[in-house]
């Protein structure tokens, strides 16, 4: 069995607690803006460690300083509780930067 997909409404109340991260389709995105080329490196690998953890990995894009992280579960074809979860744990990480 897998995740549900999140209703809209739940998407609506999850999105308000993740003010910086915007909802494009199946997906959620945020692009950080780190202080240098190896500070968004560094993000990217303890990002990596987390979504290893979670057994849930972001698409992630490197452009320079700026790295945008997009989230949706595959596998359901949409967005679930794992992408939310994820996507806070992400904030975490983003404010250590």
Do not use: Y
Not at 55 to 70: G, S
């Amino acid at each position: 069995m897998g995740t549900p997909l999140l209703t809209e409404e739940e998407l609506h109340t999850a999105l308000a607690d993740l003010p910086d991260w915007t909802r494009t389709g199946d997906s959620i995105a945020r692009t950080v803006q780190a202080s240098s080329f190896p500070a968004g490196i560094d993000l990217v690998g303890r990002v990596a460690t987390a979504a290893e953890e979670a057994n849930h990995h972001p698409d992630i894009d490197i452009r320079w300083r700026k790295v945008t992280f997009t989230l949706s579960t595959h596998s359901e074809g949409g967005l679930t509780a794992r992408d939310v979860a994820l996507a806070k744990r992400i904030d975490q990480l983003a404010q250590q930067n």
